[in-house]
């Protein structure tokens, strides 16, 4: 019964996104492709046909995420990562071969096609949001307070304010200096950031409510977040705004990446300052109830300090092996003012198990066994990378913010390396916290309820965060590359 009503829901949810799939595709010019596959080229043919194809696409979504909690909150996360696997499946892989075409797998054709995947995208989360509608699930609305309201402003405030403080540092280095990468300014004017600072903070609780979580899925989610702002904001909107047509080409996606870091660290900065809110406003300073065990709280967080400075110094010892084929630990070594490739990989182990620490103490008893850890860690790895490399690593060498696209193409061989940190970085905390407790054993309540909490994890956003981001970071290359 679930799976039929979950069929229907999607179809119908599959048209409304296919409706505005359609509509940005039919601005671009590109429906009388989808016609090609039944040997047309009328652009009526081709909507019909691709109007087709959104409603049984959409019954796959609905019977994919049948069994999921209906809230906007986690299927919306679902819906993108669903848009994107069909944007693989359908232009680069099915269409080609039934045109008698190659696959279109390489990165020239994958940059050609950029402006389908954002449709996609958009045919995702429009096909995730309508299926919700349908289903009416109370406990979204049960959500909805006036106090998560505020608690979103307040958080984009803080972000906002936080980021604009950031960049000042950035922007105040002195004239004279040579910039430890040459032709990486940041060249992002912040006018436009305590407007969408307020927005994004509005927006927050509308879309994923104030059901209580951890600070780090609430980073990780509100990375996503930011991504998913910069499509409609930085991407989508400001050639509509200004009477032009719509252009997802990616020389406008190569214009626009500039602005893809403060969106990323708005929205992971309103997640986390939001979820603390939550936190202070229950009387607590525990993200969540369920977490709390028989161990002091000493001893935990000694225990997840040592874990965490281990994991963090193996992922260290990985990624310094990408930083040195690079050439770029004497650049890490600036930051305490030496220079040489020894000083620099110190420092960059240093700095590695700080953020393995803090890794420990956000994502603590949230891997619940290797894929979960390998998630978190990946995605924590990808936002270090977004916040150190780009934003602070420059900063703190007195250069500008690392924004534009020429900037981020040349550290793109650093975001190798973070994801490989963060990789190695989850799960050896899996494996180090797991072999010391094996708390999801239910020998008491305790326990138990934790096995809960690993059902309610599976049933949310948290698998479909970490696919997100790794197609964000998969992204990157069709953004920036030349």
């Known amino acids: 019964m679930a799976l039929r009503q979950g069929a229907v829901s999607g179809a119908l949810a599959g048209v409304a996104g296919g409706l505005v799939f359609g509509a940005a595709m039919s601005s671009l010019g590109t429906l009388p492709t989808v016609a090609s596959i039944v040997r047309a080229d009328s652009p009526y043919i081709g909507f019909a046909v691709h109007m087709t194809i959104a409603a049984l696409v959409g019954a796959g979504f609905g019977l994919l995420v049948a069994h999921q909690r209906a809230q906007t909150s986690e299927l919306l996360f679902w819906g993108l990562v669903y848009g994107a696997f069909w944007w693989f499946l359908g232009p680069q892989t099915l269409l080609p071969l039934l045109l008698g075409k190659p696959v279109a797998w390489d990165l020239a054709s994958a940059q050609a096609l950029l402006p389908s995947l954002i449709g996609h ?119 509509l705004l200004h009477g032009a047509a719509l252009d997802w080409s990616r020389a406008a996606a190569a214009e626009a990446v500039s602005r893809l870091p403060a969106y990323v660290l708005l929205g992971a900065g309103v997640g986390a300052v939001f979820t603390w809110l939550g936190a202070l406003s229950r009387g607590l300073f525990v993200d969540d109830v369920r977490l709390l065990h028989e161990e002091g709280a000493g001893a935990r967080g000694l ?85 150190g490399v780009l934003t ?75 696919m997100l981001t790794v197609l964000i970071a998969l992204t990157i290359p069709l953004l920036v590359s030349g």
């Open 392 to 466: 602070l690593l420059p900063v703190l060498l007195g250069d500008a913010t690392w924004w534009t696209a020429p900037a981020i193409a040349r550290a793109f061989p650093s975001l190798v390396g973070h994801l490989a940190y963060g990789a190695a970085l989850g799960v050896v905390f899996q494996r180090l916290e797991n072999r010391e407790n094996p708390w999801w054993v239910t020998r008491s309540q305790v326990e138990a309820e934790r096995v809960a909490a690993r059902r309610e994890q599976t049933l949310g956003s948290a698998p479909a965060l970490w």
């Open 121 to 239: 995208l958009f045919y995702g989360a429009t096909t995730a949001v309508v299926f919700v509608a349908l289903r009416r699930d109370p406990a979204t609305r049960a959500h909805w307070h006036p106090w998560t309201l505020v608690r979103g402003l307040l958080a984009g405030v803080v972000a906002g304010g936080g980021l604009l403080l950031l960049f000042a540092a950035g922007a105040g280095a002195p004239p004279g200096r040579t910039p430890s990468a040459p032709g990486l300014g940041s060249g992002v004017s912040p006018g436009w950031l305590p407007a969408i600072a307020v927005v994004m903070g509005l927006g927050y609780p509308l879309v994923f409510t104030g059901r209580p979580e951890g600070t780090g899925p609430a980073l990780v989610r509100g990375t996503a977040y930011g991504f998913l702002w910069w499509i409609v904001a930085g991407l989508t909107v400001p050639p």
């Open 303 to 387: 225990r997840a300090t040592g874990y965490g400075a281990a994991a963090g110094l193996v992922g260290g010892l990985i990624f310094g092996a990408v930083w040195g084929a690079v050439d770029r630990l004497s650049t890490v070594a600036q930051l305490v003012g030496a220079r040489g490739t020894v000083t620099g990989l110190i420092v960059h182990l240093v700095i590695a198990q700080i953020i393995g620490v803090s890794y420990a103490l956000l994502f603590r008893r949230r891997s619940f066994d290797l894929a979960s850890g390998l998630g978190w860690g990946v995605s924590y790895g990808f936002f270090w990378w977004v916040f």
